[in-house]
């Protein structure tokens, strides 16, 4: 019981620091009127808001910062945690590109990369210089604005969820409190694609999120470290909003279908969560 209140008190102590820091976050991006602002300084502020939440509540309670799954852990579960949204992505945009509900590739980021690279190399060139850059280059630049998140979300949140409660329920409150952390952004901001309503955009993102939160949590508590939690998460926005979406050519359904804020990947967030559920056998408590 002692055990329990600790973690109780714990968690409302981050979701407290969290939610004081992210206020002046949500108000200077919102007053702003874009994500864009500074440069998207507002943004990494906010994103490392959780971060600095978790470093914070972790010295109050502990004293220390060994607790929060600082070690790599082995190697495949980070590998598993790269390549999960790139698979997720690679089905939805697709089946996207496939049927009709959306082109590929767009013709204004052809553009781009012909402008960049010489209008003399063949598209499917171009598009592998292009998906390279973004798996590399462009991932190293994500982790950083990731990892400021997951310090808080998989370092401090989901392991003392986990000392209280089943994974199942572990998973489903954390990406409760995920999701909810974002919506602002989606409601008061431009976190959304042109012509999809806001209130399409929030429930196609709410199953996206809390589905992903079943391998985020999976992957947490198998590996003991919250490095999968930074590369899972680098991954997905790299993948999503630098990669496959710019890659697809936009019809009048196509952004109700693709991006976090379409039923593509609200239904891959799903799949992925039923997967990670059935894996729950195989979990040991958090390192």
Known sequence: ????????????TFLSITLAGSFIFYYLIITN?????????????????????????????????????????????????YFIPFIYCLVVYGITWLTGLGTFPADGVMAELRST???????????????????????????????????????VLLPELAKIMSFPRASLVSGIIWTLWHLPLIFFADYNLPGVPKWYAAVMFS??????????????????????????????????????????????????????????????????ALIFLSKAKQLNPTG
């Open 1 to 12: 019981m002692i055990r329990k209140n600790h973690s109780i008190k714990k968690i409302f």
């Open 33 to 81: 009127g874009s994500l864009q602002a500074y440069g998207g300084a507002y943004v990494l502020g906010l994103m490392w808001t959780p971060g600095i939440a978790g470093i914070i509540t972790e010295l109050l309670f502990e004293h220390n910062l060994k607790g929060m799954g600082w070690r790599f852990g082995k190697f495949k579960y980070l590998l598993w945690a």
């Open 117 to 155: 690279l010489g209008t003399g190399l063949p598209t499917a060139v171009l598009i592998l210089i292009y998906v390279a850059d973004v798996a590399t280059i462009g991932f190293i630049g994500s982790f950083f604005s990731a990892m400021g998140e997951e310090i808080g979300w998989r370092g």
């Open 207 to 272: 199953i996206l999120v809390i589905g992903i939160s079943y391998a985020f949590a999976w992957l947490r508590i198998k590996s003991g470290s919250l490095w999968t939690g930074v590369v899972l998460h680098a991954s997905h926005n790299i993948f999503v909003q630098g990669l496959f979406t710019p890659l697809t050519g936009v019809l009048a359904i196509t952004p109700f279908i693709i991006d976090e804020f379409g039923a593509g990947l609200a239904i891959a967030g799903v799949v992925v």
